[in-house]
Each structure stands twice: as structure tokens, then as C-alpha cells.
């Protein structure tokens, strides 16, 4: 699906749902609102890469088409590459934007690789959103796990949410910070 439809698709029931349950509103601070939305991609989403079926050819490979989910889908699949994750946060803060503040989906690509994440302007201010890499504009979102005498750091978008739920639920993780 192009990324223009997929953006201009009205919010779904479930997108609705996180965004509520979130507190997200258009008189919080901005930084707030994406601490939020990262916080809460951070725990329940994973990145996955595209499925695709490689077929030799006599042809030189060239590269396949990405497929773009829309946020409805990533949540269901539990989460996605980085288009389809900065496209979940974005639908997510879309839903509580005051006046002047805007998102942009940000992409850089060479003949080999594409990374896409979200610049979010408020107030004359620019902060980038990329979940796929577990930051938000000066920080990394990390989670602490704990093992009997060790304590390891690590970005939580490569686990799967059910383990990093199992371990924050049962005190052996702290909290994404």
C-alpha cells in the first residue's frame, strides 16, 4: 500500500483505544506525547523485517518493492519495519496535535537500504521519532534487565513484546527509560 493512502486513513478502533488509554491530548506537551507513543511501541511492538521470497533469475537483483502496513495492521502483526513503525507513531500522535504542530515522515536511502522515521514540529521545535531504532530526539529508550549479579541495557524494539512484558510484570526489567 502507498504511504500517502495509509496516512490519510481514518483512525481505527484499536489506534483509538491506545491513544485513550495513553492519556494522549492535544494540551499536553509535546515531548510528553511522544514519550508516550515510544514508551508504548517500546513494549508492544517488535521490529520485524518484510517477508520477501528471493528468486534467482538471470537477471542482476535489483531490489524488491517494500510493502507499507498501516498502523491497523502493525499493531494486529505486533509490529513491522521501520515505515511501518514510524507510521504507527505517527497515527498515534496525529490523534492529539494542537494547532501548528505537524509530522513528517523522514526517510534516507541509498541503492541498497532505505531507513524511514518521524520528525515531529511544535513550537518552532523539531524532534525525531524512530522507533525501528529505539530513540527519540537525545535519548534512547532502553530496558534494564536484571540477572542474579548482572544488569544489562538494552533497546527493546528486537524483543518480543510478550517477553518484555513477562519480564517487566515479574520486577526483572524496570521500565523503559
Avoid at 15 to 25: P, T, Y
Avoid at 100 to 122: D, R
Avoid at 132 to 158: E, H, K, Q
Wanted: net charge neutral.
Amino acid at each position: 500500500m502507498e504511504v500517502r493512502k495509509v496516512l490519510r486513513k481514518p483512525p481505527t478502533e484499536n489506534v483509538l483505544r491506545i491513544v485513550s488509554e495513553l492519556g494522549l491530548r492535544e494540551d499536553m506537551n509535546s515531548s510528553e506525547k511522544a514519550r508516550r507513543v515510544m514508551e508504548w511501541v517500546m513494549v508492544n511492538a517488535r521490529y520485524f523485517y518484510d517477508k520477501y521470497i528471493v528468486v534467482v533469475a538471470s537477471q542482476p537483483f535489483t531490489g524488491l518493492p517494500d510493502y507499507v502496513l498501516s498502523a491497523k495492521e502493525t499493531i494486529t502483526r505486533g509490529g513491522g519495519d521501520c515505515e511501518d513503525l514510524a507510521i504507527l507513531a505517527y497515527t498515534l500522535l496525529k490523534q492529539a496535535l494542537r494547532e501548528g504542530e505537524k509530522l513528517y515522515l523522514i526517510g534516507v536511502s541509498s541503492k541498497i537500504s532505505g531507513h524511514v522515521a518521524l520528525l515531529y514540529e511544535s513550537g518552532g521545535k523539531y524532534m525525531i521519532i524512530d522507533p525501528a531504532t529505539s530513540y527519540v530526539s537525545n535519548s534512547t529508550i532502553m530496558l534494564t534487565i536484571y540477572f542474579r549479579d548482572v544488569t544489562m541495557r538494552v533497546a527493546p524494539i528486537g524483543l518480543d513484546p510478550d517477553f518484555k512484558k513477562m519480564l517487566i510484570e515479574g520486577c526483572l526489567a524496570e521500565n523503559l527509560q
